[in-house]
């Protein structure tokens, strides 16, 4: 009996010890810095909102505290820069995180590497965030360039040789899928015929929809800004083009119900969906509690924005010292070898940051007011540089 | 001619009758407020986008039909900008050099909307649609011509006529006009100036209001519309000159036709900065703008 007491009461002792040594850790505070105002504010709260989800997960009881403190950019460069400046001087944050933005990304990727602050990218594609020499910066995102890569990849597995027309804003973000959409093309046996550019605040394409169906082409890549891209949509399908010509190089929840029920057919590439094939038991959960949250289903940006959170516990928990030190933080990030919590998708960096990329095309199969159903047909991943990304673009 | 050329052709006339009446009537709207009161507004851009937001929510959140939204939407500017009149805009209207004062107010509007809009709808979506007025299409020989866009262009036409009617034929139309050219003489001759300054303000917004929830029916849209279309409405009132509704109907139309047919034969891009070399070389030799009085 007094054997049993002083086991218990030595339990007991030692619970106590670890939990108050929990207790006395301070949290590892992230700065996560994103567009919750600004042009951009749709993508910066959505990425929020899947943050907060991971949130709920993240922080066991027993586990050290990841706190996130998450500021506004104002979608605005230099706003980016000062909110870092501040996390890193006044917050102290072991690492830096948050925006959706290209060119908010840049403006804090100069910040990380001249300050050798660890910056983990959820939603940025501009391929020079993670160009050679890049150190402690990391991308979640696939790359632009890539995303271009992927659309040839798919194209010519649907019809080798094919005739492609590609309609686009004049959007860095555009302009970097279209130069590996054409590189790759060149290889793969594809012929882009015509390609439109427009600029930016375009809001009719009807002649240059009839442009495209008079050349005559096997496919459409469409990729306008914001909600020009519904209507460059509807206008090619306006003219004629039909739904299974049109490829999307993403699609998000917001657009794919924009594009609406007469897109049914067309196809889309995006790095997560609520319909991809295999979603494991916490990708489940995450579509199921955003979904009641928010009234539609999530998309790749706040998939990647939970799947952000979920890497920064990992890296926490299996590198002592990780949440004290930035250095060990970014040789833990780039040592990092795992799977999205959601997708089951493989998540490795590259010497320069880059991951391992992916993409899935998916097929719309019916839209209706808050809710979608596509369907997987394609599936590629990549090295980052099986094209020369960071030469074209610069 | 190939059904190519003749579907291009088409396509180019219509796109620029489109975009050309939305230009001429926001563009008259702009000119109505400075021809009479000396309001470069700057926030004619976030009005536009104002009445397409308030569409969208009207049909797409409650859903009412468009066109019933559409009427309730352009009655609606009028409280609103009754009530900016009476808490901004007169306060002005006996300051010495008063456009300034005016343009610094309209970029404090600007700002205020904008930051709105980007707190609330922002956060809804990135991009915006409505239901289509009427559905179907209309062959115009090989042309297939959207119903919606149609009847959105016709709508759009008989705006402008009644503007016209109204402000050629109607007293208000002849005391604004007479406001426009003198408005001491104006009130010398009995007309209410102060009464005019405050109807041109309420017509000049519900005239951005009617383009606003048009482009809103006929396009998507995001935000930027905004940017551009007080960019758009400023050059073609320059161009046509400023407080000339005539010069804002025709110049209106020649960029929505420009527009299109530059787009064709040289880019969409060039085409979209055409009108902004156009009104530099027209300021560079008529500098009151064509239609000036």
Redesign the interface.
């Known amino acids: 009996m007094k054997r049993q007491s002083r086991i218990l009461a030595t339990g007991f002792a030692l619970a106590l010890v670890l939990s108050t040594t929990a207790l006395a850790q301070e949290p590892v505070k992230i700065g996560f810095v994103t567009e919750l105002t600004g042009p951009w504010s749709f993508f910066g709260t959505s990425c929020v909102a899947g943050l907060k989800l991971a949130e709920l997960q993240i922080n066991p009881a027993g586990k050290r505290k990841i706190e996130f403190i998450t500021i506004d950019n104002q979608t605005r460069p230099d706003q980016a820069l000062a909110a870092s400046r501040n996390l890193d001087v006044q917050s102290k944050v072991i690492a830096l995180s948050g925006p959706t933005s290209s060119d908010t990304a840049l403006a804090m990727n100069g910040y990380a590497e001249q300050n050798k602050v660890p910056f983990v990218v959820p939603v940025a594609a501009f391929p020079q965030l993670t160009k050679p020499g890049t150190r402690y910066t990391f991308r979640i995102e696939p790359d632009a360039a890539g995303w271009g890569y992927a659309i040839a990849q798919f194209v010519a597995k649907q019809k080798p040789n094919a005739k492609v027309a590609v309609i686009y804003s004049d959007f860095a973000l555009m302009r970097a899928i279209v130069a590996g959409l054409k590189y790759q093309a060149s290889t793969a046996g594809l012929k882009i015929e015509p390609e439109i550019l427009f600029p930016q605040g375009t809001s009719d394409a009807t002649v240059q929809a009839a442009q495209v169906r008079a050349a005559n082409p096997d496919y459409v890549v469409v990729i306008g800004a914001g909600g020009f891209d519904s209507t460059l949509t509807n206008q090619l399908l306006d003219i004629g083009i039909r739904t299974d010509q049109i490829i999307h190089p993403f699609g998000i929840t917001t657009q794919v119900k924009n594009w609406g029920k007469r897109s049914v057919g067309s196809y889309y590439g995006t790095f997560f969906d609520a319909n991809l094939d295999k979603l494991t038991a916490e990708g489940k959960q995450f579509v199921d509690q955003f979904r009641a949250q928010n009234d539609r289903p999530p998309s790749y940006i706040e998939n990647y924005c939970f799947v952000t959170a979920h890497i920064i516990r990992e890296v926490i928990d299996k590198n002592p010292g990780a949440g004290d030190d930035r250095e060990k933080f970014r040789d833990a990030v780039s040592a990092l070898k795992t799977k999205e919590t959601t997708s089951g998708i493989p998540i490795t960096f590259d010497k320069n940051g880059a991951r391992k990329e992916y993409m899935y095309f998916m097929q719309i199969q019916d839209v209706q007011a808050k809710d979608y159903k596509s369907k997987q047909v394609f599936y590629i991943e990549w090295d980052p540089e099986v094209i020369p990304v960071y030469d074209l673009i610069k | 001619m190939s059904d ?1 050329t003749i ?2 052709l088409l ?2 006339i ?2 620029g009758l ?2 050309g009446m939305i230009f001429s009537l926001v563009a008259v709207g702009v000119t109505i407020i400075y021809g009479s009161i000396w309001m470069p507004n700057a926030a004619n851009g976030q009005f536009f986008l104002l009445a397409a937001l308030l569409l969208w929510s009207a049909s797409v959140s409650w859903g009412l039909h468009p066109a019933l939204a559409a009427l309730i939407i352009i009655g609606l500017s009028v409280p609103f900008s009754y009530a900016l009149e009476i808490l901004l805009i007169r306060r002005f209207y006996d300051v010495p050099n008063r456009n300034i004062s005016y343009f610094v107010l309209s970029l404090g509007i600007t700002q205020i909307l904008a ?1 709105i809009f ?2 609330t709808y ?8 409505l239901p289509p007025l009427v559905g179907g ?1 209309t062959m115009l020989g090989p ?2 011509m ?1 119903n919606n866009r149609l009847a959105a262009m016709l709508i759009a036409a008989l705006l402008l006529v009644a503007l016209f009617t109204l402000l050629r034929y109607h007293r208000y139309g002849r005391a604004l006009r007479a406001v426009f050219q003198n408005r001491e003489a104006a009130a010398l001759r009995g007309v209410d100036v102060r009464a005019v300054y405050r109807m041109s303000f309420m017509l000049g917004n519900a005239v951005v209001f009617a383009g606003g929830v048009l ?1 809103a029916c006929a ?7 905004a ?2 279309m007080a960019i758009t409405a400023f050059a073609i009132m320059i161009i046509g000159g400023p407080g000339s509704v005539l010069g804002a109907l025709v110049i209106g139309m020649v960029f929505g036709l420009t527009q ?1 047919a530059v ?2 034969f040289a ?3 060039i085409a ?2 055409s009108y902004l070399g156009a009104m530099l070389v027209i300021l560079l030799f008529r500098p009151s703008g064509l239609f000036a009085r």
């Open positions: 190519a579907i291009i396509s180019m219509t796109t489109m975009l930051g980007s707190i922002g956060i809804w979506s990135d991009q915006f649609q299409l042309f297939p959207v482009f396009y998507s849209f995001d935000f930027s519309i940017w551009t299109a787009s064709i880019s969409p891009t979209a900065f």
